[in-house]
């Protein structure tokens, strides 16, 4: 049930209603019926998994919780503390095993399988392991994160444990986050979701508002994108250099229009039932720098990472020995940003892997990954030559540039995610620096992409729309500027936004480019 | 929530629903669209107003006049045909004429049993009639019965199909207020007219009468035609007559008289007569050298010969004229009449002059209008 499917309006519709309509107490019973009916709409031999990690979690973190309790109690021995923090870590490790196991078994097979085949092939050993094609379960590493970041918070005692073992289900299967995210924490989201308390005025405006904007997005800009996009990477050797730039650039654009259009459509479903959502998206391509852009971009895995990775990993004793190793022999600056530069290294990595059993994936997260430390490593050579060269580092200029070349590493970035091979990846990265290579029949290369004159047109000033909203979205919000407004004001915009929509979106037979990027993970 | 925060959300929903229908009836637009002017304007029809009805495809209009008809015998008569009509889209059809008239025959062109199975599901001829019925009962079973599953919800929904045609908003914006303008068009039956004024004179021809052979029709042409046999025999509907229009034949179209050769034989085997049309071509006095606009559809000189044919044929059979019908309805055919005969001489003329013209209900209304 794609968010963007005429199924799934109406089933947000009777959900919307009934969240209004059923006693605030028992809400939340309403959203996890809701909730596993859209999960068992995709496919019922799925919820095996999802109940899977649901059970898991829910045995494990009561057990956690209570022994958590023992530890902290006052007639707990220090030798008694140091077993049930021993029982802790092993029901954790057990749980993280067995979920992540699946998550593992289920994505990754496959690549392993195909690569450890393809290596005895090399090595010319007869044996093969067998290569199972296993269907994702829906939402798979959305729900698994989510669901690990709760246990762990447990074991730490971030979080108390939850005795209800449906509310437990229902924050791992709430139906709005389920397919793309946002990856939410127990302690934002729970107690909204648990809460007695029914949907405002407000929220079903500001809701419905995020909604409209974010199919927008998806529906007038990226599905308009990923036909040039998708076109030019699978015919790049027949387009010219300027063709495969466009081509390029337009994939920014969808991934960002997509992943995030989808995400304004989540956290609108949710925020019209009063539920607020964590944000996801801040206006990635403004960033000045790849560290930057990784705090706007996919927001929710970052700080899932940056929680659950990279600081645990920081505190091992291994980087803290390198990082006085560093600090003894290269200096003070060397030994605070190696052990970063290290973590960021491992978090992009598994950021990579997260995406998918593919290699180019796992490059892309390296990419960043190294991109980020070595920027760390060398940020005082920077500053230097910066002070030497006299660059005004706080001038608008010099801001433009800093904007324009991440998102230049960020189309770099694209190529890797996107190509299909290496070597494809390496012709168009290639061929784009002939940008400047214009083929004689312009018009008939462009139409050759797959879009006529006037969707152009659609693309260009849905583009700028966008641009402009999020200029604006910098300084203010936008929403609540239109909010001050007059009712015509504000009616005119939502009519006029929601005729858009209906006239000019993607959707109906005949297009392919429903499904969302991000779906697949 | 605030009683005037409920009257907003109210009002906000009535607004979206009405910019949603209103997009509806203004996107929903098609490029056969006489083929929409002739479903719709039948629903216009008084009830039981009828003394006989045409279904088929595009040969159901191109072949047969209905004001003609009027102005030679006094019955009234409608073609109910869109452009390449399925063998399927019958059955849907007929359902639909019983629901509002009780004509004393119901003429069936079988032209549908020459398609193959891609032809009998093409989207074009399909959307042709159905996305023009109004929602039934039937339109949903037409729907499930023709269209394959995955592509059904946008002929539940047309809005998903016809939205992309935002690039022609203006001209639809143009057709719907004329539509709108026009929805009481007392030229309902010249309305839906279409066709070339021109004339192909056919180079060669075999004589066809005497090929009395068999060839098994196509798998879903030939079960429609059988599932459509069925209905009427379960039905009891005695006032059923099956025809086959006639086409200039060459050698490559001796399967197509085969298999109509064979459609008539499970016509008769169900007990349903079935006028075949190119066994009486010279009883009807049609010249293949001037009666023609291509090698399936009779110009307006063809379309005289076969009325006058045709309609004295059933008219003698079954007694067509002698229903007594309203003062405003006979008025109303004989303005229909009055632009049969305009349309004739403008097609005439543009024959003489030797221009190839088609026509359909803009160009119609032109002249008539004129």
New interface residues.
């Given amino acids: 049930m794609a968010f963007n499917t005429l199924v799934f309006l109406l089933f947000f519709l009777f959900v919307l209603v009934g969240s209004f309509l059923i006693p605030a107490k028992w809400k939340w019973i309403f959203l996890l019926i809701a909730s596993y009916f859209f999960y068992c709409y995709a496919s019922v031999k799925f919820l095996i998994f999802i109940l899977l990690t649901t059970l898991s979690s829910y045995i494990a973190t009561l057990y956690m919780g209570k022994q958590y309790q023992m530890e902290k109690s006052h007639t707990s021995t220090k030798e008694n503390k140091k077993k049930y923090q021993l029982k802790r870590k092993r029901v954790l490790i057990l749980t993280l095993v067995l979920n992540f196991g699946i998550l593992l078994f289920l994505k990754y097979f496959h690549f392993f399988a195909e690569n450890i085949n393809h290596l005895l092939e090399t090595l010319s050993l007869g044996s093969q392991i067998p290569t199972l094609h296993l269907i994702l379960p829906l939402g798979i590493s959305f729900y698994t994160f989510q669901t690990m970041s709760y246990v762990i918070d447990v074991y730490w005692g971030k979080v108390e444990p939850e005795r209800n073992l449906a509310k437990v289900a229902l924050f791992v299967s709430f139906f709005p986050q389920i397919l793309q995210g946002p990856i939410g924490r127990f302690k934002d989201l729970a107690p909204q979701l648990y809460a007695p308390k029914k949907a405002s005025y407000h929220d079903l405006k500001f809701g419905l508002q995020l909604m409209l904007w974010g199919y927008f997005k998806k529906m007038i800009i990226a599905d308009r994108a990923a036909v040039i996009a998708n076109f030019v990477f699978e015919n790049y050797l027949n387009v010219s250099g300027m063709g495969v730039a466009l081509g390029v650039f337009m994939y920014a654009i969808q991934d960002y229009t997509d992943f995030s259009g989808c995400i304004d459509i989540a956290r609108g479903c949710a925020q019209a039932m009063g539920i607020t959502m964590a944000e996801n998206f801040r206006r990635p391509y403004f960033s000045k720098s790849v560290s930057e852009f990784w705090r706007r971009w996919h927001m929710s895995l970052g700080s899932w990472m940056k929680d659950y990775v990279f600081y645990p990993f920081s505190l091992t004793q291994g980087v803290r020995k390198i990082g006085k190793f560093a600090k003894k022999h290269f200096g003070k600056h060397m030994g605070r940003t190696l052990p970063i530069a290290l973590g960021n290294l491992l978090v992009f990595f598994l950021v990579g892997v997260w995406h998918g059993a593919q290699w180019n994936y796992i490059v892309w997260g390296i990419f960043y990954g190294l991109l980020i430390g070595i920027s760390g490593l060398m940020k005082p050579v920077w500053s230097y030559l910066n002070q030497k060269l006299h660059i005004p580092v706080q001038s608008h200029g010099f801001q433009l540039f800093q904007i324009l070349r991440t998102f230049w590493i960020t189309c770099v970035g694209c190529i890797i995610f996107r190509a299909a091979t290496f070597a494809d990846g390496w012709h168009i990265f290639l061929k784009c620096f002939h940008f400047y290579e214009f083929p004689i029949g312009i018009k008939k290369e462009l139409v050759s992409f797959g879009l006529n004159g006037k969707n152009y047109v659609v693309l260009l000033v849905g583009f700028i729309v966008l641009l402009i909203v999020d200029i604006l979205q910098e300084k203010k919000s936008v929403r609540e500027c239109i909010e001050k407004r007059s009712v015509w004001v504000r009616w005119g915009v939502y009519i006029v936004a929601f005729l858009i929509v209906l006239l000019f979106g993607m959707y109906g037979p005949g297009y392919d480019q429903t499904q969302f990027v991000y779906m697949q993970f | ?2 009683k005037s ?1 409920k009257c ?2 109210l009002m ?1 929903t009535v ?2 629903i009405g ?2 229908c209103g ?1 509806n009836f203004i ?1 929903c637009r098609q490029a056969y669209s006489s083929d929409a002017v002739r479903v719709k304007n039948f629903y216009k029809l008084e009830k039981n107003s009828l003394d006989m009805v045409m279904i088929g495809a595009s040969t159901a209009f191109t072949d047969y006049s209905a004001p003609l008809a009027f102005q030679e015998f006094g019955y009234t008569s409608y073609s109910l045909g869109t452009n390449a009509a399925p063998m399927g889209i019958a059955k849907s059809m007929l359902i639909e004429v019983l629901k509002t008239q009780n004509p004393k025959v119901i003429l069936i062109d079988i032209n549908g049993i020459l398609y193959n199975d891609d032809f009998e599901t093409r989207e074009g001829p399909l959307r042709s009639w159905i996305d023009n019925m109004p929602y039934s009962e039937n339109k949903v079973q037409t729907i499930q019965e023709l269209v394959p599953e995955d ?1 059904r ?2 002929y539940y ?1 047309p809005f ?2 016809y ?2 045609n ?2 022609k ?1 203006k001209d639809n914006v143009e057709e719907s207020i004329d539509e709108f303008i026009h929805q009481d068009n007392i030229h309902l039956l010249s309305a839906g007219i279409q066709g070339t004024a021109q004339i192909i004179p056919q180079k060669s021809s075999i004589p066809i009468r005497a090929h009395t052979q068999e060839r098994p029709m196509y798998h879903l042409s030939g079960q429609h035609l059988k599932e459509l046999l069925e209905y009427c025999q379960k039905q009891g509907l005695t006032n059923i007559v099956f025809t086959n229009m006639p086409r200039y034949y060459s050698e490559k179209m001796i399967p197509e008289r085969e298999r109509n050769n064979a459609a008539k034989a499970l016509i008769h085997q169900y007990g349903y007569e079935c006028i075949d049309m190119d066994d009486y071509v010279d009883e009807m006095g049609l010249n293949p050298q001037t009666d023609f606009y291509n090698q399936n559809h009779l110009n307006i000189y063809g379309q005289k010969k076969l009325t006058m044919y045709l309609g004295k044929r059933l008219d003698e059979k079954y007694h067509l004229s002698d229903t007594p019908h309203d003062e405003k309805i006979i008025q109303r055919y004989q303005q229909e009449v009055v632009a049969y005969e305009k349309i004739y001489k403008w097609a005439d003329e543009q024959i003489r002059l030797g221009k190839k013209k088609r026509y359909n209900y803009k160009e119609v209304r032109e002249i008539i209008e004129k």
């Fill in positions: 929530m605030t925060q907003k959300i906000m607004i979206m910019l949603v997009m996107m592509e919800l946008s929904i998903l199909k939205h992309s935002w690039a908003f």
